[in-house]
């Protein structure tokens, strides 16, 4: 169902968000977030329910939004704080 699919953007406004901060998202799910659109953590902290369930079925890695928390952690770094995750990431 497309409708619940996230909004996305054209292009990141200003720099992209570095999505590897987040705990379960790798080089090549952070690509395919880009080609959704999706370059900031502000939106994966906007995600719905419905959002998060279509993103999961599209990244054909059921439960893993919900297992690794991704919006409590795109919360966290949008805010500009550090997830146990990030702190250990080397920053870009």
């Known amino acids: 169902d497309d409708a ?3 909004v996305g953007l ?3 406004e200003g720099d992209p968000d570095d999505l ?3 705990s379960g998202v790798g080089p090549k799910i952070e690509k395919l977030l880009h080609g959704l659109g999706v370059f900031h953590y ?3 902290a906007g995600w719905t329910a ?3 369930d279509w993103v999961d079925g599209y990244l054909k890695f059921r439960g893993r939004i919900q297992r690794e ?3 409590t952690q795109a919360k966290t ?3 500009g704080g550090e ?3 990030s702190k250990g990431r080397k920053k870009k």
Request: proline letters at 4%; charged letters at 30%.
């Open 4 to 6: 619940a699919k996230p």
């Open 10 to 12: 054209k292009a990141a």
């Open 20 to 22: 590897q901060a987040i």
């Open 42 to 44: 502000r939106q994966i």
């Open 50 to 52: 419905e959002n998060v």
């Open 69 to 71: 928390d991704w919006i």
């Open 77 to 79: 770094l949008a805010d």
């Open 83 to 85: 997830t146990e995750f």
